[in-house]
């Protein structure tokens, strides 16, 4: 079965503008989860949904940072008046629930670059 | 706070065996998984432990310790394909999960 996509796999934009990242998780995963990853660190949290409600946003950096999974399925990272320190890889990943054992599958992640 | 705390880099030669260690404080504890990361490339899955002790899977193998907050990934007979970053990461009682920065491994011929 197709794994967890996103798109674009690169996205370069201007500082100060309005970009999206979309996230296709594995069909009949529950819970959804964005990190952002920088150059020779490990993902860091952002959000994780549960369902179609935002379980924990407590990662986002700020209110410039917003997702949303309005059926419960794909899931948007809107990042608004970008600025320059946003550059790094966001990675979405989903797992069949959010509690104990089960692990979660990552997607290739979007390079977002802000000039 | 949060911490995992594992090694930046190490250098181990094809054919040989090296062990990966993780010290880790989380607020709760739901299990600890090891990821791996070739370069350019999204994390997968290798590992789970949620009970003491060593769980093994082919070539690799992981090691818990609840009471000492320790984790380690043992890697046999290595291959130069194994050369990636080995994540280490702790689920907390909030179930998000909290990474370590990566431990880079280089495999020298």
């Known amino acids: 079965g197709a794994g967890v996509s996103q798109t674009p796999s690169n996205k370069v934009t201007e500082k100060g503008k309005y970009v999206e990242l979309r996230c296709d998780p594995i069909s009949g995963h529950t819970a959804l989860y964005w990190y952002r990853q920088s150059l020779g660190q490990g993902p860091e949290f952002l959000i994780y949904?549960?369902?179609?409600?935002?379980?924990?946003d407590s990662g986002l950096p700020n209110d410039r940072f917003f997702a949303v999974r309005p059926e419960g399925s794909v899931s948007t990272l809107k990042i608004q008046r970008t600025e320059r320190g946003d550059s790094a890889v966001y990675l979405c990943a989903s797992s069949l629930y959010a509690s104990d054992s089960y692990e979660q599958y990552f997607g290739p992640g979007t390079r977002l670059t802000v000039t | 706070g949060q911490n995992i705390d594992q090694p930046t880099e190490m250098t181990a030669t094809e054919g040989a065996i090296v062990q990966i260690n993780c010290t880790y404080q989380t607020s709760g504890f739901n299990g600890l998984f090891w990821y791996q990361q070739h370069a350019g490339e999204a994390p997968t899955f290798l590992s789970y432990n949620v009970l003491d002790g060593l769980e093994e899977k082919g070539r690799f193998s992981s090691f818990l310790s609840r009471s000492k907050g320790y984790s380690y990934l043992l890697l046999k007979e290595l291959q130069m394909k194994d050369s990636a970053s080995y994540l280490c990461?702790?689920?907390?009682?909030?179930?998000?999960?909290?990474w370590g920065a990566g431990t880079k491994l280089i495999i020298k011929p």
């Open positions: 990461a702790v689920k907390d009682s909030n179930y998000q999960l909290i």
């Open positions: 949904f549960q369902g179609t409600g935002a379980a924990d």
